[in-house]
């Protein structure tokens, strides 16, 4: 299901609750929203690592997610990833 479908079918449900409709079932309509999230979630971004130096540039591969990279952080949603780049002795 697209997005826009996915927007559609939303507003639909919205408007047969608010005429009192009983059209789909609550249970129908939270399992199509839990797929929804679900395949979302299984959309996978990859995030390349380039080391200059002493730095790390991060860029994930998809710009319009809600990943958000600043130096050697990344921020996923509520939490906040810090990356720290650890030499090895050479022997």
């Known amino acids: 299901m697209s997005e826009a479908e996915f927007d559609a079918m939303i507003e639909g449900h919205l408007e047969r ?13 939270v399992d199509l929203l839990l797929e929804r999230i679900a395949a979302k979630a299984e959309t ?3 995030l390349v ?20 990279v600043q130096g050697n952080e990344i921020l996923i949603g509520g939490r906040r990833l810090v990356l720290r780049l650890v030499h090895q002795p050479t022997s």
Not at 17 to 29: I, L, N, S, T, Y
Not at 53 to 60: N, R, Y
């Open 17 to 29: 609750m608010a005429r009192g409709d009983r059209e789909r079932e609550a249970d129908v309509f």
């Open 49 to 68: 690592i380039d080391v200059h130096g002493d730095q790390l540039v991060i860029t994930p591969d998809s710009p319009g997610t809600d990943i958000v």
């Open 44 to 46: 996978p971004v990859t």
